[in-house]
T-cell receptor, first 114, second 114 residues
Framework: NAGVMQNPRHLVRRRGQEARLRCSPM?????VYWYRQLPEEGLKFMVY????????ESGMPKERFSAEFPKEGPSILRIQQVVRGDSAAYFC????????????FGQGTRLTVV | GQQLNQSPQSMFIQEGEDVSMNCTSS?????WLWYKQDPGEGPVLLIA?????ELTSNGRLTAQFGITRKDSFLNISASIPSDVGIYFC??????????????FGKGTSLLVTP
C-alpha cells in the first residue's frame, strides 16, 4: 500500500522557467493538500483540492501559482516564471475524508531556482 | 494564518533524558497536532488532540491540549537516538468536515547523543 508519492524529489529550474510538481495521493484518497516549507520554517498551507475541484486556495500566491487535481492522474502544482524566492520544499498530503488532520504527507519536492 | 510560537527552537540532550516542548498561540484552536520530520522527509503525525484538557500518549510520547485552547505541549520520555528530528506543532481552527488550513509552528530541532 504505497504512501503519498511526489515527484520529482528534487527539481532545479532557472529563473523564468516553469516548475511542475506532481502528487499521487494514497489509494482511496480523494482529498489533496499542498504546503510549502521554507528553510528552517514550518509548513505553510497553500491549497486544498478534491477531485476536479479547488476547495480552498487561501494560501496560494495570487500570481504564477496554480493547482489542479484532475479526475484521472496526479495532482499538479504549477509555478510559472519561477523566481529565487520560490526555492523551497513543497509537500503534498492526502486524506480519505475531507479532514486534513487525518492526512498523510509525501516526501516532498525540493525546488531550487538558480 | 494564525501565528504559532514553538519553543525551544532546539534541544541537545543525552540519551535517556526526558524532553519537553510546547506551542502557544494567540488564537483558539479546536485541534492540536504534533508531527516529526526527519531530514529529507515529510512530516509524520505523532499525536492528534481534539478536546481542551485532553492528555494523549503514544508510546514514550505524551501530549496535552491546553485548557485555554491556546497551547499544547509534547513530552518525550527516556529519549533514544532515533528521536532525533524536527518536531512541529500544528493547530486548526475548525473541526468541521472541510479542509481548513493547518497552521504550523517553526519546529523544535532535537539532537540526542548516545
Amino acid at each position: 500500500n504505497a504512501g503519498v508519492m511526489q515527484n520529482p524529489r528534487h527539481l532545479v529550474r532557472r529563473r523564468g522557467q516553469e516548475a511542475r510538481l506532481r502528487c499521487s495521493p494514497m489509494k482511496g484518497h480523494s482529498h489533496v493538500y499542498w504546503y510549502r516549507q521554507l528553510p528552517e520554517e514550518g509548513l505553510k498551507f497553500m491549497v486544498y483540492l478534491q477531485k476536479e475541484n479547488i476547495i480552498d486556495e487561501s494560501g496560494m500566491p495570487k500570481e504564477r501559482f496554480s493547482a489542479e487535481f484532475p479526475k484521472e492522474g496526479p495532482s499538479i502544482l504549477r509555478i510559472q516564471q519561477v523566481v529565487r524566492g520560490d526555492s523551497a520544499a513543497y509537500f503534498c498530503a492526502s486524506s480519505r475524508r475531507p479532514k486534513n488532520t487525518e492526512a498523510f504527507f509525501g516526501q516532498g519536492t525540493r525546488l531550487t531556482v538558480v | 494564518g494564525q501565528q504559532l510560537n514553538q519553543s525551544p527552537q532546539s534541544m541537545f540532550i543525552q540519551e535517556g533524558e526526558d524532553v519537553s516542548m510546547n506551542c502557544t498561540s494567540s488564537s483558539i484552536f479546536n485541534t492540536w497536532l504534533w508531527y516529526k520530520q526527519d531530514p529529507g522527509e515529510g512530516p509524520v503525525l505523532l499525536i492528534a488532540l481534539y478536546k481542551a484538557g485532553e492528555l494523549t500518549s503514544n508510546g514514550r510520547l505524551t501530549a496535552q491540549f491546553g485548557i485555554t485552547r491556546k497551547d499544547s505541549f509534547l513530552n518525550i520520555s527516556a529519549s533514544i537516538p532515533s528521536d532525533v528530528g524536527i518536531y512541529f506543532c500544528a493547530g486548526q481552527t475548525s473541526n468541521s468536515n472541510s479542509g481548513y488550513a493547518l497552521n504550523f509552528g517553526k519546529g523544535t530541532s532535537l539532537l540526542v547523543t548516545p
